[in-house]
């Protein structure tokens, strides 16, 4: 058993900076990837990034890529989300995720993570 709890969220202006943060305990840190996903209100809940163990391979979605980064240090237990340049349309509620399996290609889904957080909202105003 793993529990996540996220911080960081709150209301920026477009063009705006937030890293949110993810802190684990229960288990391991070290043993799990980590993923950010996001839902918005109406919407289904997307993939953002992933990071296998060690930090070496990370992996974002089409409408992140370059301006999101996710980070871990396995030393805190924490998983970060560094958010630049954002837009209105990244307002949403925004999950961390974790699991020991590597789900190789479906990472990007939301059944490929068993522990989830309770989330963080972010709003971004234009």
């Known amino acids: 058993q793993v529990q996540l709890l996220e911080s960081g969220g709150g209301l920026v202006q477009a063009g705006g900076s937030l890293r949110l943060s993810c802190v684990a305990s229960g288990r391991t840190f070290s043993s799990f990837f980590m993923g950010w996903f996001r839902q918005a209100p109406g919407k289904e809940r997307e993939f953002v990034a992933a990071?296998?163990?060690?930090?070496?391979?990370?992996y974002y979605a089409d409408s992140v890529r370059g301006r999101f980064t996710i980070s871990r240090d396995n030393a805190k237990n924490t998983v970060y989300l560094q958010m630049n340049s954002l837009k209105p349309e990244d307002t949403a509620v925004y999950y961390c995720a974790a699991d020991q399996s590597w789900p190789y290609n479906d990472y990007d889904r939301a059944r490929s993570y068993e522990y989830w957080g309770q989330g963080t909202q972010v709003t971004v105003s234009s």
């Open positions: 990071i296998k163990w060690s930090g070496s391979s990370v």
